[in-house]
C-alpha cells in the first residue's frame, strides 16, 4: 500500500524529460496518468528512485485533424477522448473503446499514452491502434521517429520503446468515411480488464468488403493483428463462410492466460465471439 | 388543555415510532464525512504497526533477523513470538475453543499468516521497515484440498496441538488434521427412509470459501494509560464486551481496567467478530512502549488472513414418494477450517446452526454429520452477512429440492410447497432440534408466485427452450426459486454462549427531567441504523419522540454487556431488551401519573404518549410530564429517577423466512448471466422502519450476487492465495446490480415482545440460492443437476460446453 | 528523500506543507489537513473511497502523489456544505433516500455524484449507475444511492429553472 521513496522531478519540456530519463537510467520511470504506474509503485512491484511527471509539459494533448491522419497527443486523458469532436466525427471507434476502460475516475486521468506505451496485455488502446495501423511518435536523446503500432509489442511489458524515449503522440491513418467498427469487449465487471476482446474496423463496397482490420485484447502476452483473419473477409460479402473463417484464424493466433477470467481454451473460444459479434456490429454500421 | 389534543394519530406521528420510515440520525454525520472510524484518530505519540507475513502456506521459520528494521530511523520496535512468549501471547484462543497463533511460533500455516510485528513513526516508515526484517523460511508440503485433509499419508499441520484429543470439547480427533465431527438426527431412522423410498436423489454441492469484505478493513488503536493502569482499545469491533472479557483473560489486566470502544464501522458482515492477531500485537505495542499504536491492515492482508467464510463441501440426499413427499434428508459436510479453527460459533455448535438444513419443510427424519478439518488456508470462518452456517444449510436444501423437483420432472414451486411446514403446525419441532416459532409459508410463496406471474415465466421458459432448441436464440431462460427458513437471533443461554458468555442482550435507559432520554445497548452497529431504529422501538413503548431518545452502543465502560451484532441477532436480542427496559419505564411512570392524578394505578390507561384516567380523557399526565416529576414528586417508598436496565435472554431463536424469485438469461457463448428481475418478499415479523429493511434487502441481495456469480478466495496447489485484492475479488459495481424488487408479509414472532424477528442477512441466505437455482434451471431440461459456484462466466460456459451447446 | 514543498487549494482554503514526493495524496488529506471524510477502502485503486474532486476531474486520491497534485484545486465531502453550513443538495438526498449505511463509501459517493451531475445534469438511471461505477458500496446496494443522485438533479434542475 505504501511506495518507497523516489525524488520527484517536473520538466517542462519533452528535452527535459528525455534528459532527466537518460540521466538517471534504470532508476527512472515517466508517469502520465499515473493508474498503471503508481498501483505497481503501491504494491512495491515497480520500484524506482525518480520519478518524471510529465503533466506540465504543454503541447502533448488534444487532437488534431491532419486530413489523412490524426494526431492525438500521448498525454490526452480516456476522458478527453471521449469527448472530442473530430474522433466522434473521424473515428468514434477510439471513444468506444475508451468508454470500456476502467471506471469514470481513472478515465479522468488515464492518458492514451500511458495505455499503449506499457505493453500490458491487459490495456485495450495497444490492440485499437494496431487495427487502426497507427503509429506512436517517440522522442529520445537521439531525436524522434515513428514506430508503427504493429510492431511495437515484443512480449508483456516488453516494447520498441527505447530506454530513454517518451511517446509524445499517436499518429492514426484517418479511416474511409462511412466504416464500420465496433470494440467488443467482455469482462467480468465493469472496469475490468478483458476476458477477450477484439476491435473490428471495415469499410464495403457494393455489397463487398473493401477493407478490414482485426485485432485482439488479452488473449495473448502481446495485442494480436489477425492479420490472416482480415484477409479472410476482405473481398468477400462479410457472409457467415467469411466470418467463420476469419473467427477460426482470430482464435488460432490466441495463446491466452489462464486466470481467474478462465481457463485458456475458454478465452480462446470467448475471443471468437467477440470477432464475431465485433463484425456483426461493425457490418450494421458500415454505410 | 383537552381542548387543543391531538389526535391518536397525529402523536403517534409525532413520536416516529414503530413502522415509520423514520429519516437516520447517523446520516447527518456521515454525509458530512465526519463519521469517527478507527483510522480516523489520531492521539499525540500515536505509533503505526505492520505485520511482516509469510510469503509461504506451510513453513518453518528458521530464524527472523530484525536488525535491519531495527535500524531504521522512527522504527521504535519489531516484535516476535519470541517478545510474546513471556506474557504468554503468542498464541490466544479462538472463538471456536481452539488456538490461534499470534504471531509464528516456529512454523507458518497459511500465506501471509503474521510473523513480525514492527512499529514505528509512521505508516510509511513502518512500512519500509517491514520490507527490512529477514525471515528463514523452510518449505514444508502444502495441504489445500480439504476432502485429502484426513488422508493416512496427509502432511500434519497443527505439531502444536499434535497430542490433544479434542478441540473445543467437540469429541475425539481422527486424524491430526481433524479439528471435530458433529452429528445430529437419527441416522439409524434416515437410513431406513433411504431404503424404503420410491425415489432418492444426491448431489455434492459446494460452497466456494469466501470473504466478508467490508469496505472499511480491520484495525484498532490501542492505547496503555501506565499511570492509571488502564488500556482502551479503539476497534473494529462486532462484539466490543466479548473482547474485553478476552482481552481481560489473556492479559491478566483485570477487566475494569480495560475500555473497549468500538467507534463508527464501516461494514462488519462477520468479518470483525473475532480477536486478530493486529489487535493483540497493538495492544502489547502499547503497554511496551508506553504510547497509542495503531494498527490498520490492508485490503490485501484483509482478504488473505482475516476470516473467510463458508469453504462447505456438502453431500446433500433426500428420499422422496413418487409424487414427491420428501421422507428422510441425509448430509456430510467436510467443512474446511483453515490452518486454525477460529469459527464464531457459540461453544457448543461447532458447524454453527447447520441443522436448520431442514429448511422450510416437513421433513420427518433427518441425519446430519459434520467433519472440520485443517488445510493450509486462512483461519475461520465467520458468518458472512448470515447466522451460524445458515446460509450453506439454506443453500444445502434449496438445491437439493431442486434436484429432486428435476428427478421427478415436478416444478421446482410445486414441491417446496408440497412439502412446505404448514401454518398450523407451528410451533413446529424439526427433524434436527430446533423448534420454529411461527411461519405462514404458503401465504407467502402464493404472494410471491402471484406477484411475478409464476404461470407466465413458466410458459415464457418453454417458449425460449424451443426456440433455442431451433438455434433462433443463444440464449436460455432460467427461473429461480427460493423458499428460505433461516434461525437468527442468538441466542437462549441455555444453549448459545460464546466462550462462556451466554447470549442475552442488553438495554440500559434513563429519562432525563426535562423528558428526552438515552438508552445503551450491547450491540454496536455497523451501519445496520440502531441510533435511528431503537430509538423508534422506545419511542413506541415510552412515548417519547425518537428525536428525544439518544442510542449509544460500544463502549464497554457505559454500554450494559452484551454479546454484540451479527447474525442478525440485534433486533431479536437487544431489540427485545429495549422493548422490556421500556416496560419497565412505563411501569414505574404509571404508578407516579397515578401519583400525581390521585388515582389507583388501575385506573389508568395508555394513550400513546400519556397515561389516561379511564373514563375521563381529559385527566392525563405525559411521559414528559412524568419525566419531570419523577425527579421531585415520587410517591412515598419509591426511589426517585427514571431508568431501568433489562437484560434478555430470549426464550428461543426467531425463524424470519422468503420467498424468493430470480429470472435469468444466460448467453450460452459467453457464459455470462444477466439477472432479468429479482422478487424478495421477507418476511420479518413486525417492521420496525420499512425504509431501512428495505435498505438491508437490497444490500444482502447485492452480497447475493457477489456470492453467486463470482466470489472465491481460492489457492493453488502450494497455498498461493489467488483473488486476495479487488482487481480479483468480485463486488459488483451499480452496473452489475439490477433494480430489486422487495415485498413482504408479516408474521410476528409469538415470542419476541414486539414480534420482531431481524431481518438484515435473510436476503444473502435467500439471494444466494435464488440465483444459482436460476443458474441451474436454466440448464435444468438438458440434464444438468447441479453446477458448482461461483457462476462466473467460464465456469457457465463450461456448463454449457458440457452440455454440448457451444459447439 | 527530501521533502517537497506543496502549495493547492482545499475546500477554498490555501494549503502550503512540506511533504515526500511518495505521500500519497489520500494521506496527505486524511493525516496533514485532517480531512477524515474520504476514505481507503483498498490497495489496488478499485474501491472509489478515496475519490476528491482535482480540477473539475473525480480523482481517486490514493493514486496520485501529493507531488502531483501540487498546485491543485481540490474540494473533499468536507467542502461540499454551503457557507454557513447548509448542505449540498446531494447530502440531503442521500439521507432522503436512504442512500447510505455505514457511511464509509458515501463522502467519495457523494462527492463523485457531485462532478457527475457537473457532466450530465440529466442522467438516467443507467447513465447514473455507469457514472458511479468506480464506487463500490457494500451496503446498500447501489438502488438507493441511484435515488438519491436523481433526486438530487431533479431538484437542482428545477432550482436552475426557477431561477431562469
Redo the contacts between chains.
Keep these: 500500500?505504501?511506495?518507497?521513496?523516489?525524488?520527484?522531478h517536473?520538466p517542462q519540456t519533452v528535452d527535459e524529460a528525455v534528459g532527466l530519463l537518460a540521466q538517471h537510467g534504470d532508476d527512472a520511470r515517466v508517469?502520465a496518468g499515473?493508474?498503471s504506474l503508481?498501483?505497481m509503485?503501491?504494491?512495491?512491484m515497480a520500484v524506482l528512485d525518480h520519478?518524471i511527471?510529465l503533466?506540465a509539459i504543454d503541447g502533448l494533448s488534444g487532437v488534431s485533424d491532419n486530413g489523412d491522419s490524426l494526431v492525438i497527443g500521448a498525454m490526452t486523458t480516456q476522458?478527453e477522448l471521449i469527448a472530442d469532436p473530430v474522433l466522434a466525427a473521424k473515428c468514434p471507434i477510439i471513444a468506444e473503446t475508451a468508454l470500456q476502460i476502467?471506471?469514470?475516475?481513472?478515465r479522468?486521468?488515464g492518458t492514451i499514452g500511458g495505455n499503449v506505451a506499457n505493453g500490458d496485455p491487459g490495456n485495450d488502446m495497444p490492440a485499437l491502434m494496431q487495427a487502426l495501423d497507427a503509429a506512436y511518435v517517440a522522442q529520445g536523446p537521439d531525436g524522434t521517429r515513428e514506430i508503427a503500432a504493429r510492431s511495437f509489442y515484443e512480449a508483456a511489458y516488453f516494447t520498441e520503446l527505447g530506454e530513454n524515449e517518451i511517446i509524445t503522440a499517436v499518429r492514426v491513418p484517418t479511416p474511409a468515411a462511412g466504416h464500420g467498427y465496433a470494440y467488443e469487449k467482455?469482462k467480468?465487471?465493469?472496469?475490468d480488464y478483458a476476458?477477450a476482446a477484439a476491435a473490428v474496423l471495415l469499410t464495403m463496397s457494393a455489397g463487398t468488403c473493401a477493407w478490414a482490420a482485426i485485432a485482439l485484447t488479452n488473449v495473448g502476452d502481446t495485442p494480436l493483428y489477425a492479420e490472416d483473419a482480415t484477409a479472410a473477409l476482405v473481398g468477400s460479402s462479410v457472409d457467415k463462410a467469411a466470418v467463420d473463417r476469419a473467427v477460426a484464424l482470430a482464435e488460432g493466433l490466441t495463446n491466452p492466460a489462464a486466470d481467474?477470467?478462465?481457463?485458456a481454451d475458454?478465452?480462446t473460444?470467448?475471443a471468437g465471439?467477440m470477432v464475431r459479434r465485433a463484425i456483426a456490429r461493425a457490418l450494421e454500421r458500415a454505410a | 388543555m383537552s381542548d387543543a389534543m391531538p389526535s391518536v394519530a397525529e402523536r403517534t406521528q409525532k413520536l416516529e415510532g414503530l413502522g415509520t420510515a423514520r429519516k437516520r440520525v447517523e446520516d447527518v454525520r456521515f454525509t458530512q464525512g465526519k463519521g469517527n472510524y478507527v483510522d480516523d484518530l489520531k492521539m499525540p505519540g500515536m505509533l503505526f504497526g505492520e505485520f511482516v507475513r509469510s510469503p509461504y502456506a506451510h513453513a518453518r521459520v528458521k530464524s527472523i533477523d530484525t536488525s535491519a528494521a531495527l535500524a531504521l530511523p522512527g522504527v521504535k520496535a519489531v516484535l516476535t513470538a519470541e517478545d510474546l512468549k513471556p506474557l504468554n501471547l503468542h498464541w490466544m484462543p479462538t472463538l471456536a475453543g481452539d488456538v490461534q497463533a499470534v504471531l509464528a511460533d516456529e512454523k507458518v500455516l497459511f500465506q501471509f499468516q503474521e510473523v513480525a510485528f514492527v512499529v514505528a513513526e509512521d505508516r510509511y516508515i513502518a512500512s519500509d521497515a517491514a520490507q527490512l526484517v529477514e525471515v528463514d523460511y523452510e518449505e514444508l508440503p502444502v495441504l489445500v484440498d480439504p476432502l485429502k485433509a484426513m488422508d493416512a499419508d496427509a502432511v500434519v499441520l497443527r505439531e502444536d496441538i499434535k497430542d490433544q484429543e479434542e478441540v473445543g470439547g467437540h469429541g475425539p480427533r481422527r486424524h491430526p488434521n481433524h479439528v471435530f465431527t458433529w452429528e445430529v438426527g437419527d441416522k439409524g431412522g434416515a437410513d431406513t427412509a433411504f431404503d424404503g423410498a420410491d425415489v432418492t436423489v444426491e448431489e455434492f454441492i459446494s460452497y466456494q470459501r469466501v470473504h466478508p469484505c467490508p469496505l472499511e478493513t480491520c484495525g484498532c488503536v490501542a492505547s496503555m494509560d501506565a499511570i492509571n493502569g488502564k488500556l482502551t482499545v479503539w476497534g473494529t469491533f462486532q462484539a466490543p464486551h466479548a473482547v474485553r472479557t478476552v482481552a481481560s483473560l489473556i492479559s491478566t489486566i483485570p477487566e475494569h481496567k480495560i475500555r473497549i470502544i468500538s467507534p463508527d464501522i464501516g461494514g462488519g458482515f462477520g468479518n470483525k467478530v473475532g480477536v486478530y492477531p493486529g489487535y493483540v500485537c497493538a495492544i502489547v505495542a502499547s503497554i511496551v512502549l508506553g504510547v497509542p499504536v495503531k494498527w490498520i491492515e490492508n485490503r490485501i492482508e484483509n482478504l488473505s488472513a482475516t476470516a473467510f467464510a463458508r469453504d462447505y463441501h456438502m453431500t446433500g440426499e433426500l428420499a422422496a414418494t413418487s409424487d414427491g413427499r420428501i421422507t428422510g434428508l441425509r448430509c456430510h459436510v467436510v467443512a474446511n477450517q483453515g490452518a486454525f479453527d477460529a469459527c464464531a460459533d457459540p461453544t457448543q455448535y461447532p458447524a454453527g446452526f447447520f441443522n436448520i438444513v431442514t429448511g422450510s419443510y416437513d421433513i420427518p427424519v433427518a441425519h446430519l454429520s459434520v467433519d472440520g478439518v485443517y488445510t493450509n488456508k486462512a483461519p475461520g470462518g465467520v458468518a458472512y452477512r448470515c447466522s451460524f452456517r445458515v446460509t450453506e444449510a439454506s443453500y444445502l436444501i434449496e438445491r437439493m429440492i431442486d434436484v429432486l423437483a428435476r428427478k421427478l420432472d415436478m416444478d421446482p414451486a410445486e414441491l417446496r410447497i408440497k412439502n412446505f411446514i404448514k401454518k398450523e403446525q407451528f410451533p413446529y419441532q424439526s427433524a434436527l432440534g430446533w423448534e420454529y416459532d411461527s411461519g405462514d409459508y404458503h401465504t407467502a410463496m402464493e404472494k410471491a408466485l402471484q406477484s411475478v406471474d409464476y404461470p407466465a415465466l413458466r410458459a415464457e421458459q418453454a417458449a425460449n427452450r424451443e426456440a433455442f432448441a431451433r438455434g433462433e436464440t443463444r440464449s436460455l431462460m432460467g427461473v429461480g426459486v427460493a423458499f428460505f427458513t433461516e434461525i437468527v437471533g442468538a441466542g437462549p443461554i441455555k444453549n448459545c454462549d460464546i466462550l462462556g458468555l451466554g447470549m442475552f442482550d442488553s438495554c440500559e435507559i434513563r429519562i432525563h427531567p426535562t423528558g428526552s432520554a438515552i438508552a445503551r445497548l450491547g450491540t454496536i452497529s455497523q451501519g445496520q441504523g440502531h441510533a435511528t431504529t431503537f430509538a423508534q422501538i422506545l419511542a413506541t413503548e415510552i412515548g417519547l419522540p425518537a428525536d428525544n431518545i439518544a442510542i449509544e452502543e460500544g463502549d464497554t465502560d457505559t454500554a450494559p454487556y452484551g454479546l454484540g451484532t451479527y447474525g442478525s441477532r440485534s433486533t431479536p436480542v437487544a431489540g427485545a431488551a429495549t422493548a422490556m427496559a421500556g416496560r419497565k419505564i412505563r411501569a414505574k411512570a404509571q404508578m407516579i401519573a397515578a401519583y400525581l392524578l390521585e388515582v389507583h394505578d388501575d385506573d389508568l390507561e395508555w394513550d400513546v404518549d400519556r397515561f389516561v384516567v379511564k373514563g375521563a380523557p381529559e385527566r392525563a399526565k405525559t411521559m414528559a410530564e412524568i419525566a419531570f416529576a419523577a425527579y421531585n414528586s415520587v410517591p412515598p417508598g419509591m426511589e426517585p429517577g427514571l431508568e431501568a436496565v433489562s437484560y434478555y435472554d430470549p426464550p428461543n431463536m426467531t425463524y424470519p423466512y422468503g420467498a424468493y424469485i430470480c429470472v435469468v438469461d444466460v448467453d450460452v457463448d459467453t457464459g455470462v448471466t444477466d439477472i432479468r428481475r429479482f422478487y424478495a418478499l421477507d418476511d420479518c415479523g413486525t417492521r420496525i422502519n420499512p425504509m431501512i429493511i428495505d435498505g438491508q434487502v437490497h444490500g444482502g441481495l447485492t452480497e447475493a450476487l457477489g456470492i453467486a456469480l463470482g466470489q472465491e478466495i481460492d489457492y493453488d496447489e502450494i497455498g498461493n492465495i489467488k483473488g486476495g485484492s479487488l482487481l480479483d475479488y468480485f463486488l459488483p459495481t451499480a452496473v452489475e446490480t439490477p433494480v430489486w424488487e422487495t415485498d413482504f408479509t408479516e408474521v410476528p414472532s409469538p415470542h419476541h415482545p414486539i414480534g420482531a424477528k431481524g431481518v438484515g442477512e435473510s436476503p444473502n441466505v435467500g439471494g444466494v440460492s435464488a440465483i444459482s437455482n436460476a443458474v441451474n434451471d436454466a440448464f435444468a431440461h438438458l440434464g444438468l443437476t447441479h453446477t458448482q459456484m461461483p457462476h462466473d462466466h467460464w465456469r457457465v460456459w463450461k456448463t454449457a460446453e458440457r452440455l454440448g451447446l457451444t459447439g | 528523500m527530501g521533502k517537497h514543498h506543496v502549495k493547492m487549494t482545499v475546500n477554498g482554503s490555501a494549503v502550503e506543507a512540506l511533504a515526500e514526493p511518495r505521500m500519497l495524496l489520500i494521506h496527505f488529506l486524511r493525516e496533514q489537513l485532517n480531512l477524515t471524510g474520504p476514505h481507503i477502502g483498498c490497495d489496488t485503486s478499485h474501491c472509489g473511497a478515496c475519490t476528491v474532486d482535482l480540477d473539475g476531474k473525480s480523482v481517486k486520491s490514493c493514486t496520485l502523489f501529493v507531488a502531483q497534485a501540487d498546485g491543485a484545486e481540490i474540494r473533499t465531502i468536507e467542502g461540499m456544505a454551503g457557507p454557513g453550513g447548509s448542505l449540498h443538495v446531494l447530502q440531503e438526498m442521500f439521507r432522503e433516500h436512504h442512500g447510505l449505511q455505514c457511511g464509509f463509501c458515501t463522502p467519495g459517493m457523494i462527492t463523485r455524484a457531485y462532478r457527475l451531475l457537473q457532466e450530465n445534469p440529466d442522467p438516467s438511471e443507467e447513465e447514473i449507475r455507469f457514472g458511479i461505477s468506480g464506487n463500490l458500496c457494500r451496503c446498500t446496494g447501489y438502488q438507493n444511492i441511484v435515488k438519491a443522485i436523481r433526486a438530487a438533479a431533479d431538484q437542482i434542475n428545477a432550482a436552475k429553472e426557477a431561477a431562469e
Design positions: 500500500m505504501i511506495p518507497g521513496s523516489f525524488e520527484y517536473r508517469v499515473g493508474h503508481i498501483p509503485m503501491k504494491l512495491r520519478l511527471d503533466q476522458n476502467a471506471d469514470p475516475q481513472v479522468y486521468c467482455q467480468r465487471k465493469i472496469g476476458t481467474a477470467r478462465g481457463p475458454y478465452r473460444k470467448l465471439i
